[in-house]
């Protein structure tokens, strides 16, 4: 047998530190208002939502590009695939949701589309470690906004299965919220030259996010004819000046020097979610 071949039968030996899980949710019913009954809050979850499919596909790309340099470190390199794996269900998933929501005429898919163009221009700009570092800090972003989405704002989705999508994507992006933080640490350690851009790509990544998010929502309320409603635009402002109070600080924990995603522990808050939602430990496929 060559060396190769025992190489890779040793590889397929160490586990995944965390399942890719299949879903397959169906959102034919799901109302117009679908989050706290108003359409801000709605569409601020969707226009949010229509940066997932091409995002995730970006940050799989990213970590695709450099994945080769990693393949000396066995653990990583797996659940670097498991990260690929998860991330491209997550893309599938909020794809079919933006799909069905059509049904209200509001185009979510055109948003995707105006995501995926504006990525890929990014792409083609950046070099690899760049690229690789808009997702480590977007996963941080990402990592943070879940806690908050299992803690309470699942709670004002009316929708069983819309709320489904979100909790269980919520669960898997702390699963895998280190792993493109350890290929950036594996790839450029710890010093200065590895710290600045780290933190100078996650500053423009904020901005970016920020102002898409905003956008798209603003750009969904008015195909609904509701841009003018200003008592629900007043409960929006109220609840996001609640939440970016807690939000804002655990973003921020990106510019420590000594940060890490595993410096903060949701293992409780997940257990109940995965509890919540019914998602089996054991409901899992391996990707490459």
Not at 130 to 141: A, Q
Not at 145 to 163: G, P, S, Y
Request: aromatic fraction near 12%; charged fraction near 25%; glycine fraction near 4%.
């Amino acid at each position: 047998m060559s060396a190769s071949v025992l190489k890779e039968k040793s590889k397929q030996k160490i586990p995944t530190s965390f399942p890719v899980r299949r879903m397959d949710y169906e959102f034919q019913d799901m109302p117009k208002y679908w989050c706290n009954n108003e359409p801000t809050f709605t569409h601020y979850f969707t226009g949010l939502s229509t940066l997932f499919p091409e995002g995730e596909s970006y940050f799989v790309r990213s970590v695709r590009a450099l994945r080769d340099q990693v393949k000396s470190n066995p653990q990583l390199d797996r659940d670097i695939g498991a990260f690929i794996g998860q991330e491209a269900m997550h893309s599938k998933e909020h794809h079919a949701f933006h799909v069905s929501a059509q049904q209200y005429g509001l185009d979510p898919e055109s948003l995707e589309k105006s995501t995926g163009i504006i990525l890929k221009a990014i792409e083609r700009t950046f070099p690899k470690k760049w690229n690789l570092l808009v997702t480590v800090g977007l996963e941080h972003y990402t990592a943070v906004l879940v806690v908050e989405m299992m803690k309470n704002v699942n709670e004002l989705m009316t929708d069983t299965t819309i709320r489904n999508l979100w909790l269980w994507h919520s669960v898997e992006e702390t699963e895998h919220k280190a792993v493109a933080y350890d290929m950036y640490e594996y790839l450029y350690g710890k010093g200065l030259d590895a710290y600045i851009p780290r933190v100078a790509i996650f500053s423009l990544s904020l901005v970016l996010i920020t102002t898409f998010s905003n956008v798209y929502q603003v750009v969904l309320m008015s195909r609904d004819k509701q841009l003018l409603n200003l008592k629900s635009w007043a409960k929006f402002a109220g609840f996001t000046v609640q939440s970016y109070r807690k939000l804002v600080p655990q973003f921020f924990s990106y510019y420590r020097r000594d940060f890490h995603p595993n410096d903060t522990d949701e293992s409780d808050i997940v257990a109940k979610t995965k509890i919540k939602i019914g998602l089996s430990p054991e409901q899992s496929t391996f990707i490459h």
